[in-house]
């Protein structure tokens, strides 16, 4: 496991976190479940809420874990790099990804 992986899982652990203490919700309907189901549980709610809000869970996981300056700078880089690695061009890729730059 690289550095870089490592950064990633921490980041979103650290969004988990804090997804779950602006969720006093979901933090109640847990609270009796095993610590795997409320693991699961914290992530199906934080990949729904990415959904929500018409992002990737990454992207959400860079909006909790970031200043919205960042955000928008490291999730247009992310998209970037797709972009290329699928060998689509750049207006294509936005326009498929309902992506506003």
Known sequence: MTT????????????????????????????????DDQRDQIQWAFEDEAESQNLQPWELTLKYTSTPEEFEA??????????????VEWDEYCEMNNLVV
């Open 74 to 87: 490291a999730r247009l880089a992310l998209h970037k790099e797709a972009a290329e690695v699928l060998g």
């Open 4 to 35: 870089t992986e490592i950064t990633q899982q921490a980041r979103h652990e650290e969004a988990l976190k804090q997804y779950l203490e602006e969720s006093p919700q979901l933090k109640e309907e847990i609270k009796d479940l095993s610590a």
